[in-house]
């Protein structure tokens, strides 16, 4: 084998074998304006037969670019969030970006400002908050940033570009779904109310079991886990007198399923149980689980999409929605007789 087969091919190779000059080349790996679509044409295929990668950090020079997107997420252990994550870092492969990714936990001293610093720091291109707390927004509201920042979340903002499932779709349909089984006493175990998602489910669920006339009835402010709703439904000391209970994750549905089966509640004879995420699991809980699915593989390519958009300078939408679907199972039925709230 020859000393140059062996070498990686490099852009002096790609420039004689297109017959062009070396500023042409790098114009078109760079997406220039100005380069003729055949002559730009003719650089790419010599650039796919050689199977050409451009130096990163040649063309981070020329471009003022990293192609690097910086990821904040709030939890590392989250169905979502994690989720997300992948999704992300697949579409950022596709786009030839990178992802850095740091994860913050309630047990770390890093704070969501600290992270982006750190991040901002590395020279990311873009930045994508994934899962995030009211409060770490606050925080990173008060930073002056000058790349794009993308937050998942769903309600609007002046400041940064927003994804995200669409949560008040999901609750709505899960409250009607339950309202159409005769259920006219739901209670709702939120997630924690500082996580935005949480939040918006909670407003959602109150605003339409109003409008089905439910009642009023206070929610009960969960930690997404399993523990805590299979402690709260192991702890009720009678047969509670609401019919149904929608819980804000799949997890913590799992957790009440137990705990009520310990009290000799059945669910969903005596009790109706639902959640929202749809895990991939919970088509074998016992029951199965009626829930909500969210598409976080499309919320991570999404979220991808609208900042590869504001990085090429092209028009994008303030705010992306995911659609979810109602996903019915065993879990839930209409109330026993007697039992209509």
Known sequence: MSTESSEKPNIRQVASIAGVSHMTVSRVINGHPSVREETRQRVLDVIGKLNYRPNSAARALTTNRTRRIGVVMESAVEFGPTSTLRAVELAARRADYSVTSIAISDDETLSSAEAVDTLIGQGVDALCIIAPRSSSVSAIRKISICIPVLVVKAERDATFLTV??????????????????????????????????????????????????????????????????????????????????????????????????????????????????????????????????????????????VLHAALDGREIPRRTRIPVELVVRESSAPPREGRHG
Do not use: C
């Open 164 to 305: 995200s499932v669409d949560q008040k779709l999901g609750t709505e349909l899960m409250v009607d779904h339950l309202a159409g089984l005769g259920h006219r006493d739901v209670l709702h175990i939120a997630g924690p109310l500082d996580w935005l998602d949480a939040r918006s489910r909670e407003r959602s669920f109150h605003v339409r079991a109003a409008s089905w006339g439910m009642r009023e009835r206070p929610i009960v402010v969960g930690d997404w886990t399993g523990d805590f709703g299979y402690h709260f439904a192991r702890g009720l000391r009678t047969t509670p007198e609401y019919t149904a209970i929608f819980a804000a994750n799949d997890e913590m549905a799992l957790g009440v399923i137990h705990g009520l089966r310990e009290r000799g509640i059945r669910v969903p004879e005596d009790m109706s149980v639902v959640g929202f995420d749809d895990l991939p699991v919970t088509r074998h809980f016992s029951p199965p689980l009626t829930t909500i699915r969210q598409d976080f593989h499309a919320l991570g390519l999404s979220a991808m999409d």
